[in-house]
């Protein structure tokens, strides 16, 4: 089956600095999504992105679609506190029989030092 | 604008119990319906799709079951619960086919 690969596991940053992580895949997805998960909480979605090379901001998150169409990554600029969470990317692939289940990746787990 | 509910929020069952875990969505119609579980430090894993009344799709082979009795709820069961059911479920809708999924704040289920 799918697999993704998001890095990195998990980022201890001070509150300002800029965060970057990413996703990459065996195979192609004809859709890459974004999601944060608070505990406790389902994943909320931030971005979702459905063209090979789309470049798309919500506030101050900015998230590309791979032109190879097998990776994606995802920008917060100037962290704050309630940016602290896990991240998700899950690609949508529509299969023959209808099919569209997310993949998911494991998840970056994001830290914020005051 | 569409809303999603999921209960219960929390649950604790005996191995070898019933389950049965409840999603309705509400402000649209026909929603493609899925059911998740996510264990503990790991993403997401389908269980369960749904694209209408009755029709239910089966991704992974398990205890579990799903129905979909009505347009917009869609249920998660099992006649006996097993340790290794334990986790977080999550039910999510998406308006068809290839348009993102959003999720209901889950169940957390512990199996003693």
């Known amino acids: 089956g799918q697999q993704l690969n998001q890095s990195p596991q998990s980022m201890f940053i001070q509150e300002g600095e800029d965060v970057s992580m990413n996703c990459t895949s065996s195979?192609?997805?004809?859709?890459w999504l974004w999601y944060k998960q608070d505990p406790g909480e389902g994943p909320v979605l931030l971005i979702a992105?459905?063209?090979?090379?789309e470049l798309t901001s919500n506030g101050r998150l900015t998230a590309q679609f791979g032109i190879t169409r097998k990776d994606s990554f995802l920008n917060i600029s100037a962290s704050i506190p309630s940016d602290v969470g896990i991240y998700f990317c899950a690609g949508l692939e529509i299969s023959g029989g209808g099919a569209d289940g997310l993949t998911f990746g494991k998840g970056t787990h994001l830290i914020i030092q005051p | 604008s569409q809303t999603i509910h999921q209960w219960p929020a929390t649950l604790v069952q005996p191995v070898g119990s019933p389950l049965s875990l409840e999603c309705t969505v509400e402000g649209t119609s026909n929603p493609n319906l899925y059911w998740y579980r996510q264990a503990a430090g790991r993403g997401l894993q389908l269980l369960f799709y749904s694209v209408g009344i009755g029709q239910i799709s089966s991704e992974v082979p398990q205890n579990l079951s799903a129905s979909r009795p009505q347009d917009r709820q869609f249920i998660l069961s099992s006649k006996k619960l097993l340790l290794s059911d334990s986790g977080f479920y999550l039910c999510?809708?998406?308006?068809?086919?290839?348009?993102?999924?959003?999720f209901g704040d889950g169940t957390r289920l512990s199996i003693l």
């Open positions: 195979s192609i997805f004809n859709t």
């Open positions: 999510a809708w998406s308006v068809r086919v290839g348009q993102p999924q959003h």
């Open positions: 992105l459905y063209k090979a090379g």
